[in-house]
């Protein structure tokens, strides 16, 4: 399993998964929903009850 550790502003704020990866999916006339994936669909990471985006 891969682990990755979530760095903000240089500010160490955890330790997550690759379970933890996620993407966003819109929909017509509903909330939008987060969706685990792949490394290569992923645009988010969950830490600490967080969404971070990678930039």
Known sequence: M???K????NIFIGISTAL??????LRDGLPPL???????EAQYI???DNYY???
Not at 6 to 9: A, E, K, L, P
Not at 34 to 40: K, Q, S
Request: proline share 0%.
């Open 20 to 25: 933890d990866l996620c993407k966003y999916k």
């Open 6 to 9: 979530v760095i903000n502003d």
């Open 46 to 48: 969950v830490c600490a």
């Open 34 to 40: 987060m969706l685990t994936c792949n490394l290569d």
């Open 53 to 55: 985006h990678d930039s």
């Open 2 to 4: 891969l682990y990755y």
